[in-house]
């Protein structure tokens, strides 16, 4: 399967750990996204990478939100002193940056702070 | 911010039914994507359009981009089983001034298939 994967699925956390996801884009894309989604709403854009530059954050992405993508390839972002409003899907998408508009997403990550 | 509004929120139909939802904003978009998404995975991308009044078809499904650029138009014929799902139009809004590449979603319509 060559489209994105992200890592783990689910995680159940309690408020104040720290978790980190993993995401796997497509391999041929230099861009990579994370958005966030809760129950009822679309997908809301956090930040996104080209190649390993980041360079766009949504004002969304707190500063207990960080996101990193040191080598191009995969990306993780790790959330820490996690609270119970954290809880949501974090998804991960891929594209060209000559096609940037048609991103591809991952399965997601669904987070729940206990 | 720019919202993306979808209508209908939710629809029942039955099986082999037409299908049509909508997407408007208040303000202009230069691309306008459709996604499909199943309960526990990501969007799956159906469709993107990226001209005023362009239509365009994927299988069964038909997406127009309005000649106001403000909204967007999804079609599906004779509809099926699988189906059942959330779709989303999403569009990359104005930030800053220029163009953004973090797109903007709608909050989807429910679609729901009756036997």
């Known amino acids: 399967d060559t489209g994105v994967s992200q890592d783990p699925r689910h995680k159940i956390t309690k408020r104040g750990q720290n978790v980190t996801f993993r995401c796997d884009p497509i391999?041929?894309?230099?861009?990579l996204y994370w958005y966030r989604q809760t129950l009822g709403q679309g997908p809301e854009f956090l930040t996104y990478f080209q190649n390993e530059a980041q360079l766009e954050k949504s004002r969304l992405l707190s500063d207990r939100f960080s996101a990193e993508r040191p080598k191009g390839s995969f990306s993780t972002l790790e959330i820490q002193r996690t609270e119970q409003g954290d809880s949501a899907m974090y998804l991960c998408?891929?594209?060209?940056?000559?096609?940037?508009?048609?991103?591809?997403f991952g399965p997601g990550t669904r987070l729940t702070v206990t | 911010g720019q919202q993306l509004n979808q209508s209908p929120q939710s629809m029942f139909i039955q099986e082999g039914e037409d299908v049509s939802m909508n997407c408007t904003s208040s303000s202009i978009f230069n691309t306008w994507l459709w996604y499909k998404q199943d309960p526990g995975e990501g969007p799956v991308l159906l469709i993107a359009l990226y001209k005023a009044g362009e239509l365009t078809s994927n299988g069964r499904l038909t997406a127009q981009f309005g000649i106001t650029r403000k909204d967007s138009f999804l079609n599906i014929s004779a509809s099926i089983p699988s189906d059942v799902g959330i779709y989303f139009c999403a569009g990359p809004p104005k930030r800053n001034g220029g163009g953004a590449d973090g797109l903007t979603f709608g909050k989807g319509t429910h679609l729901i298939i009756q036997p």
């Open positions: 391999s041929e894309h230099n861009r």
């Open positions: 998408a891929s594209s060209l940056v000559s096609n940037s508009y048609e991103q591809y």
